[in-house]
T-cell receptor, first 114, second 111 residues
Framework: DVKVTQSSRYLVKRTGEKVFLECVQD?????MFWYRQDPGLGLRLIYF???????EKGDIPEGYSVSREKKERFSLILESASTNQTSMYLC?????????????FGPGTRLTVL | ELKVEQNPLFLSMQEGKNYTIYCNYS?????LYWYRQDPGKSLESLFV?????AVKQEGRLMASLDTKARLSTLHITAAVHDLSATYFC???????????FGQGTRLTINP
């Protein structure tokens, strides 16, 4: 079974803090993704990566950055957290070698910025 | 810009009834996904639809894809309480793995 883990289930930070959200997958997937989920808006793609050291902007990259130094790990960074970044953050991974290219999701991190 | 719209957004139904959730999208795509999310949990993959006319079934759920109409449906047959969850459709832009999600349909099935 594919397993995608995220470093924290719940996180509370203060405005202006630098925040790191970590995601690790154990299936040697090439592709990794960060989404945020807000009520009524579904999931929105923040950043994604097709390979180590590669990153691509998604639909809402402003205020975020990412790092992918190892294939299994994809980090989301909030350089200076703001209250409008309070949200549920979901990481996902997938592989091109699977014809279906299903994305497998982690359990999510609920981030509150005070 | 690809837009994905689900309806209804909220659905309350009784056990034993049938119903359909609709997913419309605005740009050509031939790859559509359905996910389920239980409260406080992450997303679980239900179906992957890869071509026009594709139909997939698992238990009481059946999904179909009409790429010409840019429409996918998720049909629930003889609903049971365990199917209560939020259901999302997602469309893949040009096979690039950049998924655009619908808003989600919160389904509540009452005994």
């Amino acid at each position: 079974d594919v397993k995608v883990t995220q470093s924290s289930r719940y996180l509370v930070k203060r405005t202006g803090e630098k925040v790191f959200l970590e995601c690790v997958q154990d299936m040697d997937h090439e592709n990794m993704f960060w989404y945020r989920q807000d009520p009524g808006l579904g999931l929105r793609l923040i950043y994604f990566s097709y390979d180590v050291k590669m990153k691509e902007k998604g639909d809402i990259p402003e205020g975020y950055s990412v790092s992918r130094e190892k294939k299994e790990r994809f980090s989301l960074i909030l350089e200076s957290a703001s209250t409008n970044q309070t949200s549920m953050y979901l990481c996902a991974s997938s592989s091109w070698t699977s014809g279906r290219s299903t994305q497998y999701f982690g359990p999510g991190t609920r981030l509150t910025v005070l | 810009e690809l837009k994905v719209e689900q309806n209804p957004l909220f659905l309350s139904m009784q056990e034993g009834k049938n119903y359909t959730i609709y997913c419309n999208y605005s740009t050509t795509s031939d790859r559509l996904y359905w996910y389920r999310q239980d409260p406080g949990k992450s997303l679980e993959s239900l179906f992957v639809l890869l071509s026009n006319g594709a139909v997939k079934q698992e238990g009481r759920l059946m999904a179909s894809l009409d790429t010409k109409a840019r429409l996918s449906t998720l049909h629930i047959t003889a609903a049971v309480h365990d199917l209560s969850a939020t259901y999302f459709c997602a469309v893949d832009i040009q096979g690039a793995q950049k998924l655009v999600f619908g808003q989600g349909t919160r389904l509540t099935i009452n005994p």
